[in-house]
Antibody, heavy 122, light 107 residues
């Protein structure tokens, strides 16, 4: 059973950089999957941030692309998110998730982390 | 970018009711559509992918239909554990996008 676990600071100062890591267990990050970040501001809907393949290939949401970097560490079976120049609008629960990567389920997310709340405040 | 619009935004229903949620894409996405259920404080759960394929372990009272721009999620007989918010999501192109959500509340 694949499990994903987000970790990182719960509080980030405005103009700073948000950094989160998603540890993958029960499966290899080098399998035929894409690995995504999705966020949800308090009381609001879901927003896709971007994704990475184990080769390092990425796709980002254009609305955040200039501030986002997603990377993968195969040796630790984890992937990471960095979001720079954060403001209060970046306050959200951040989820990591797995895209099956192939077949008709490609582009959806079948496994999710439990989410971690990141607050941007001084 | 493809915009996803769900209706209604909320629905009040009773246990045993049939509930239908609609999702419309701003352009054709073939059958590249997924549905998720989210309960408060929890991560979304995949219910349906490819518009009508039931994810493993999801009860058969959930079903999806549609293609192109118009899609439907149906709960055939609402159960107490089904009270939640439901999201559609297009998987046809980047950026991936969700509908704004439909909250299913107890009547």
């Amino acid at each position: 059973q694949v499990q994903l676990q987000e970790s990182g600071p719960g509080l980030v100062k405005p103009s700073g950089t948000l950094s989160l890591t998603c540890a993958v267990s029960g499966g290899s990050i080098s399998s035929s999957n894409w690995w995504s970040w999705v966020r949800q501001p308090p009381g609001k809907g879901l927003e896709w941030i971007g994704e990475i393949y184990h080769s390092g290939s990425t796709n980002y949401n254009p609305s955040l692309k200039s501030r986002v970097t997603i990377s993968v560490d195969k040796s630790k079976n984890q992937f990471s998110l960095k979001l720079s120049s954060v403001t209060a609008a970046d306050t959200a629960v951040y989820y990591c998730a797995r895209d099956p990567g192939r077949g008709y389920s490609y582009g959806s997310w079948d496994y999710w982390g439990q989410g971690t709340l990141v607050t941007v405040s001084s | 970018d493809i915009q996803m619009t769900q209706s209604p935004s909320s629905v009040s229903a009773s246990v045993g009711d049939r509930v239908t949620i609609t999702c419309r894409a701003s352009q054709g996405i073939s059958s590249w559509l997924a549905w998720y259920q989210q309960k408060p404080g929890k991560a979304p759960k995949l219910l349906i992918y490819a518009a009508s394929s039931l994810q493993s372990g999801v009860p058969s009272r959930f079903s999806g239909s549609g293609s192109g721009t118009d899609f439907t999620l149906t709960i055939s007989s609402l159960q107490p554990e089904d009270f939640a918010t439901y999201y559609c999501q297009q998987a046809n192109s980047f950026p991936r996008a969700f509908g704004q959500g439909t909250k299913v509340e107890i009547k």
